[in-house]
């Protein structure tokens, strides 16, 4: 009867584990998926920088080379007039030149800013520095998009941040319960050990490594468990995974896994010394 009792609480302490390095492994791919949108977000405001009719097509390569040398720039991509025109002939199913007689479209240059210079005050500056350059005409971009973006960005992060410390915080208490409970049975071992004169370290090897094993194995569970769903979703929603880098899912199982393992043994040990910092009378009333 005892061992079948043994056995049911160790097999709840791996499910209860499992379940909780799940819940955390959710957490932190929710998290990387909402930095790397972001990121995406971000790398895709544009800075439109109007060229001027004066310069011809050499001088304005000369000019994109030099924007491109700047700090703040990703990428650029230069649009001719004539390209210009096609694109809004598509996009309106007309061609302006038949209606204008005219080429109404000058050339641009789109730029992508990095995402950490992807800011009202940095844009400014930036803005300042283009200006100061020969042959262009005005530069455009969305400063009130720019700033409510970075604003949300933000926001999400704090509350993503705040969700996983919570949860960090609840899995320490259900795993410590856990593993504390597991141990409970044996308080009297313990006290025995202590009376034949073992030392503490020899009595608390057993039990950290037992819990360091449920720790391991529970954080592969849990792996496998996030694999296959993030395989499902792969299967329906491609492009939700291509937002999670897969170095930082590695960085996400191996945290699984090392959180496991960590958590099991620390609560073991101080479960351990809680029962042997007590008299033999204490242990018959907790």
């Known amino acids: 009867m005892k061992k079948r009792i043994f056995k049911v609480q160790t097999i709840s302490v791996y499910i209860s584990t499992t379940l909780v390095l799940l819940l955390l492994g959710i957490m932190g791919i929710l998290f990387i998926g909402a930095k790397s949108l972001s990121r995406s977000v971000q790398e895709n405001m544009l800075v439109t920088v109007i060229i001027s009719n004066n310069l011809n097509e050499s001088e304005i390569l000369n000019l994109k080379k030099s924007i491109e040398s700047d700090k703040r720039v990703l990428r650029s991509k230069y649009i001719s007039k004539e390209q210009a025109l096609e694109e809004e002939t598509i996009a309106l199913k007309t061609n302006p030149v ?23 005050q940095e844009l400014e500056q930036f803005e300042q520095v283009l200006i100061k350059k020969t042959g262009i005409k005005e530069i455009i971009y969305q400063k009130d998009l720019i700033d409510t973006i970075n604003e949300n960005i933000q926001r999400a992060g704090i509350m993503l941040l705040a969700l996983l410390a919570m949860l960090t915080l609840i899995s320490w208490s259900l795993i410590g319960n856990l593993v504390r409970l597991s141990i409970y049975s044996k308080r009297f071992l313990l006290h025995t050990m202590k009376l034949v004169g073992a030392t503490w370290g020899f009595i608390c090897r057993p039990f950290i490594l037992k819990n360091m094993w449920i720790g391991f194995f529970s954080g592969i569970v849990a792996n496998i468990l996030l694999a296959t769903g993030l395989y499902f979703v792969e299967q329906n929603e491609p492009e939700i995974i291509s937002l999670l880098p897969l170095m930082e ?12 393992m960590t958590i099991c043994m ?21």
């Open 266 to 286: 620390l609560c073991a040990f101080l479960s351990v010394l809680r029962f042997l910092r007590m008299r033999k009378n204490d242990l018959y009333f907790i």
């Open 249 to 260: 899912l590695a960085m996400i199982a191996a945290g699984v896994i090392l959180f496991g």
């Open 98 to 120: 038949e209606v204008l007689g005219y080429n109404p479209y000058e050339a641009s240059i789109e730029l992508t800013i990095k995402p950490e210079y992807s800011n009202t």
